[in-house]
């Protein structure tokens, strides 16, 4: 019996995630209320309560499906390896879930233009900040280090370097959410990084 109720519970938290992403990417997230999810997810405010604090730990945990797993794909290479490759590989990999996954897409398409930081939603500016700041510090990491492995000094500040690839990418996926037949996400993302990287002294 407590097997069955804890997979019932996961069923209606993910019912509930479920509901919530496809009612933010139509309506925008303020335009959303708990109410609504409970609705379209087929039960009601006491079970979106019951898991989630408010609407913005929903929205975490609705990013976090999604993006959890992009987040930990970049593991630090061992102390002889270069980490450049791994880095490179971590962007690609991120770009094709954007441009091959549904839910990828959808979940991204909320984040850059149907939410707003508003108060309520303190919590979802102060978990992207966050996430930027741990992608960037991974960068830093990894541009410093093949830089150092390569005998390679950098043409700019490694802080302004992994701002400025941080950049190019965040842009790249917002501008293709945009309009996603204007080009090739995976393609143009590939040949820029690289071309970036190029410019840093630091050839894939």
């Known amino acids: 019996m407590v097997r ?5 519970a996961l069923a209606t938290r993910a019912s509930l995630l479920d509901a919530a992403e496809c009612l933010f990417q139509a309506k925008g997230v303020s335009r959303t209320s708990l109410n609504d999810i409970a609705l379209a997810a087929g039960t009601t405010r006491g079970a979106i309560y019951w898991h989630f604090k408010d609407k913005a ?3 975490n945990a609705m990013m976090a499906r999604v993006t959890l797993p992009l987040e930990n794909a970049f593991q630090r290479p061992a102390a002889d390896q270069d980490p450049l490759p791994g880095l490179r590989e971590c962007v690609l990999r991120g770009l094709r879930a954007t441009a ?6 959808r ?7 149907k939410v707003e930081y508003v108060d309520e939603m303190g919590a979802v500016r102060s978990r992207h900040v966050a996430i930027r700041q741990q992608f960037l510090d991974q960068m830093q990491h990894a541009l410093r280090s ?3 492995r390569r005998g390679v000094r950098l043409a700019i500040p490694v802080a302004a370097a992994a701002h400025g690839l941080h950049a ?3 842009g790249l996926i917002q501008n293709w959410l945009l309009d996603p037949a204007a080009f090739d996400l995976v393609r143009t993302g590939e040949q820029a990084m690289d071309s970036y990287l190029a410019g840093l002294g630091l050839s894939p």
């Not at 979940?107 to 233009?113: K, Y």
């Open 146 to 148: 093949s830089a150092r």
């Open 100 to 105: 091959g996954d549904a839910q990828t897409r």
């Open 168 to 170: 190019l990418v965040d």
């Open 57 to 59: 730990d929903l929205f």
């Open 4 to 8: 069955r109720t804890k997979e019932d």
């Open 107 to 113: 979940v991204f398409e909320v984040a850059t233009q």
